[in-house]
């Protein structure tokens, strides 16, 4: 899509300056007033879900910005995942879990930091990510991730490049976003705490599933 038309969002204030930024606690994930958008943007069909914060990259702000197209596509997924938990749950389950019918997610899309870890993109591994459960390589390197839930918070990140260059939808994106979501779910509605432990991993196994269950998975 065409880069011409300023996105219908803005900041509430510019980035920090790097003296702010290094004034910043160490591991707090959650977004700082002044990293808000001015306006959350609410997702069509999906109550309760809105997204708080939208970093795009500087001069990709056409599949990684705020835009119309960006935020439909966020809200079909949206629309989908929460429609689809009940059932989902019904059958993967053998016991009830209550519906989240309150579900309340905010969403930070941001960039992936592989231009560089800069202080707020997923990359920040050692800031305002730092406490985040991480898995390591052979040679000691943080994967990468493409989006994360923060139990404590509600809070969840995905990635930003939600459109690709044709202006479609970035089917990766859609499913790092779904997945989410099923982790914000499955911790509110209390399924969370029925599995095995290790819990975090059974509730990955799951998401998974969900996901797949969704046509998401290539
Ligand atoms: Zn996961």
Known sequence: MGSGAAPPYEYASAALTPEQLAALPVGQMTPFAEELLA????????????????????????????????????????????????????????????????????????????????????????????????????????????????????QVFVRHDVLTGDGSANAYVAMIFAHELFHAMSWQSGLFMTHGVPRGEADERLARRFTASLGLDE
């Open 39 to 154: 306006q959350p943007v609410e997702l069509e069909g999906c109550p309760g879900v809105r997204i708080v914060e939208w970093r795009p990259t500087s001069g990709r702000e056409a599949t990684t910005g705020p835009t119309p197209a960006a935020v439909s596509v966020l809200s079909a997924v949206c629309a989908v995942a929460i429609d689809a938990f009940d059932a989902f749950v019904a059958v993967e389950v053998p016991f009830p879990v209550p519906a989240p019918a309150d579900v309340r997610v905010d969403v930070s899309l941001l960039p992936t930091g592989s231009d560089g870890p800069v202080a707020r993109t997923l990359a920040d591994h050692d800031g305002r990510f730092a406490r985040r459960d991480k898995t390591f390589t052979h040679d000691g390197a943080v994967h990468r991730i493409g989006g994360y839930t923060d139990f404590a918070s509600g």
